[in-house]
């Protein structure tokens, strides 16, 4: 078949651009060789090259600026985010499958990573987790829903573990769900109150160092999330 052979040419010229960058040490922000110098450089033509950026812009690895040239892009979660976004609206709006399968990835992140800075937590990170639930509980009172703080939450608890890709990781799942439930007009948190207690009961387990209390917290956080969803996909069915 025609195209056969021409999907793993171009995967090939995709990889050797990567390649090239990683060879050369280029970071985010670099300017890359022109269309002609990867030319020659990889011996494929103008057409081939322009095909791999393209694909490659796709995934954040290059970006491609008309007019100015391409770059090394910032090789972020974009193109996750915006798959999976697409891979849940993609399924019957009344399957609450899609939004379960997001919040258990997610959940399952958490709990493991609750249990590595539980222990090592100081005072003052503490304080400033004790901070962000004073605020829900304030919000809570006035019945206002608080997702950036409720995100702010999530990346201050895990920041002392010094791992640029939890946020990243976890921030991508975060959107997806809040995402899906915006197109799907459904609400993505329970009340309020009852979301600022839930969080106030994970920094309550904190306190006292008790790891298992602070793990089951996170697990009920989300599992109170997930039942949310549930409900209102039965609604709606």
């Not at 300017?31 to 095909?51: A, I, K, Q, W």
């Not at 829900?136 to 920041?159: I, K, N, S, T, V």
């Not at 990243?168 to 769900?177: C, D, E």
Request: hydrophobic content about 45%.
């Amino acid at each position: 078949m025609p195209g056969m052979s021409e999907e793993p040419r171009n995967s090939r010229i995709q990889r050797q651009v990567m390649q090239l960058i990683l060879d050369r040490g280029l970071r985010a922000g670099a300017p890359l060789p022109t269309e002609s110098e990867l030319m020659e450089d990889l011996g494929v033509s103008r057409n081939s090259v322009r095909e791999a950026l393209k694909a490659l812009q796709a995934l954040d690895i290059v970006d491609i600026r008309h007019g100015y040239g391409t770059y090394v892009g910032q090789a972020s979660l974009t193109p996750l985010v915006d798959g999976l976004t697409f891979r849940a609206l993609a399924r019957d709006d009344r399957d609450a499958g899609a939004l379960a399968e997001i919040l258990q990835v997610r959940e399952v992140l958490e709990e493991g990573l609750i249990r590595r800075v539980a222990a090592t937590l100081t005072e003052a990170e503490l304080d400033r987790l004790e901070g962000v639930v004073v605020r829900m509980e304030a919000a809570g009172r006035a019945g206002r829903p608080f997702p950036e703080l409720d995100w702010q939450f999530h990346e201050l608890l895990y920041a002392s573990l010094g791992n640029a890709l939890v946020p990243q990781l976890l921030g991508a799942f975060w959107t997806v769900f809040r995402r899906v439930c915006g197109a799907r007009g459904r609400p993505d948190d329970p009340s309020p109150g009852l979301t600022a207690r839930r969080h106030r009961d994970i920094v309550t387990a904190l306190r006292a160092r008790d790891v298992e209390g602070a793990q089951r917290a996170m697990a009920v956080h989300f599992r109170g999330i997930e039942a949310r969803a549930v409900r209102e996909s039965r609604a709606l069915g």
